[in-house]
């Protein structure tokens, strides 16, 4: 049979002291070898760790940014139609005032006449034109039922 070079054929016969070490010694290379992918591993794990705590992140802002455009958006709508609310009470407001203004002078004579003939002790009823009536009114401006 002939002889094909391989690693197995520079190891002696196992019956040798040197085949023994032999033995010894590439187990210890391997060993080392193992250490070595052990490290490189670990380096590796450590690598991908840092990575992904820099992605996760990286998305974290992005998710907040969104949220905070998002309710900027949800305000500023909220404001809009609380300012447009607002315009239309207030629009009610002067309607109101100025329904009482008008009712206030409409009737001021009379309400004159009557504190003078009350201070001067003249208790008969005037027989004069009635003002018009005040109107009530409901909280949009239109008159009550």
């Known amino acids: 049979m002939a002889k094909e070079k391989t690693a197995h054929a520079q190891v002696p016969p196992p019956t040798s002291h040197s085949a023994v070490e032999a033995i010894v010694s590439a187990l210890s ?6 250490d070595g992918l052990y ?3 670990e380096e590796m794990k450590k690598r991908i760790m840092a990575h992904s705590n820099e992605e996760v992140e990286k998305l974290k ?10 309710a900027k958006q949800i305000v500023d709508s909220a404001r809009a139609e609380a300012e447009a609310e607002s315009e239309k009470i207030g629009e009610m407001g002067r309607a109101n005032v100025a329904n009482l203004k ?11 006449d009557s504190i003078v003939r009350t201070v001067l002790g003249d208790t008969t009823p005037v027989k004069a034109a009635q003002p018009a009536k005040a109107k009530k ?5 239109k008159p009550a039922a």
Do not use: C, P
């Open 29 to 34: 290379e391997l060993e080392g070898d193992i």
């Open 39 to 41: 490290s490189r591993v």
């Open 61 to 70: 802002q992005q998710v907040i940014a969104m949220a905070n455009e998002e």
């Open 102 to 112: 008008k009712n206030i002078n409409s009737s001021f004579d009379e309400a004159v």
């Open 137 to 141: 009114l409901t909280s949009d401006g």
